[in-house]
């Protein structure tokens, strides 16, 4: 049995506890949390124990599950405990993954430990497929589509305009925009083209609702560039219809091959979850199986879902995975 | 440059050519053939070599793509090579994966090889995904559709009938089927409710169409157990209409996660192939680059996708891969 642990608990690390029960070649050795161990409540009832005595449960871990942010958490946590652990996180700051990859990989290179980064669906799932996609089919072009989905980001952004009491903001791909993909096409398509934002927003009493539509609808980088509407609804009907955090999106690649591009073909992946937290956990916790058996034969230092074989992802046999999968 | 040779020259040995010529890091070292070499004309004028010389250029190539088919040709040849040469084969005959997995890789450890074998798209694109998606959502289904496309064996069937001069069978998934799979319902679905099979026939001249039409819709294996189509057209709208090789399909799976399972998710990859044999090669050629890197670093034996880490397949850099894909 892999003993894995599991570093903060939001909801991804709530996610990574369920993801972990699920998993018969895994136990769950703990949850480390930086507020008082007393005072959290888990949904197994495992053991809690405080962030800062984490030093003292070395080599006696195979892998930690870093469940932070990617703003102020991963980029200090991951490289700290990576000296130390086998360690899995979802960093997902598209621009800052190559200077992560270099912390975190001095960082277990030197403590001769195996690190997976930025693993969850995107990036994670997304990545992997653009990558196969490229490499099969190099005279093409790809397209990452997202939605529809909750994005916590421009929710949170909602939330800061004065007068808004609460809100949930969906991205929605623009389906015109995924048929002019699928084609073959290869379109230009600006950022207002592919993705559409559709915002559900809750007003406090007697806030001026057209002065709200407004600053959100013209709010820069979050909004400005999309088509976005704005619904105003009560906190009754934001609870009952859009309690979910569901995500999901599209990799397509289009690209040809012959002696002169004469054939066309299309590659397509798509994912559509209820629950964003969750899968993303399902993802870390199979990449916390490889990272823990590529250390165990001697592999160290820092990775993405590039560098990991597939079967190692799998509490299977690789003679059963011939025999069923392949 | 890596140098690749291809063995076998139909339909996937020209697909290889093509792939190869569009590959930046490869050159084609020629082709190897059972027939007279100077009988045959290639697409790029590259070298061509007998079949029975083939050990002479070992020492020469960095990895052979065996073109061959699965009924007669691989059984015999990727073993055969496999002890000589790093060699990558198309081997699709699911149920004789493990046995040629076997042969070859006892052929291989001996030679100090490496074999990639059943890399295409059904085998080895849908072999990923069907794994992939297994090891994220251990608690789902998976179900894997083919089409729309040409098959050739049950082409080739109704060729068999007397009275048939030519024909071509697509292969249709079930509309119905691919609506109830995504729905996460899970269902068990018999073979006639999955695929659909439309046959495009050109009758002998004066051959009873009635008796060909039930020869067909009643021939065991083939046709017996699915709805099937039988529409007679002349040679002419066969050569115009049908003349190319689609192919593609579907692999899609739900599962759900959460403590009690509460949360449904679906994975879904899917091709749309203009040309089956253009595509299948495009897959052996990345395999052959991973097969060569992977036996340049002294790994041997046989593998097959699951085995093999997604940025093996790139001519690109690991950091470059980070930096746009990841």
Redesign the interface.
Known sequence: MLKIAIVGYGNLGK?T???I????DMELYGVFTRRAPESLKT??DCPVYSMDSIMDHKGKIDALIICGGSATDLPVQTPMLARHFNVVDSFDT?AK??EH?AKVNEAATAGEKCAII?VGWD?G?F??????A??????GKDYTFWGKGVSQGHSDAIRRVAGVADARQYTIPVESALEAV?SGSCPELTTREKHLRECFVVAEEGADLARIENEIKTMPNYFADYDTTVHFITKEELMRDHAGIPHGGFVIRTGK???KGE?????????????NP??T???LV?YARAAARLNGKGDNGAK????????L???CT??D???R??
């Open positions: 996610g506890e369920c993801a029960a699920n998993s018969p949904l197994t598209h993954i190559p990859f930025s990036p799932m990545s992997l497929n653009r990558m196969y490229e490499a099969i089919l190099p005279n699928r091959t012959g002696l054939n066309s073909h299309v590659i397509e992946y798509s994912l559509k979850l209820d629950s969750e899968f956990s399902a993802v199979a993405t879902v590039l560098d990991i074989a597939p079967a992802l799998s509490p690789g003679e995975l011939r025999k999968l392949v």
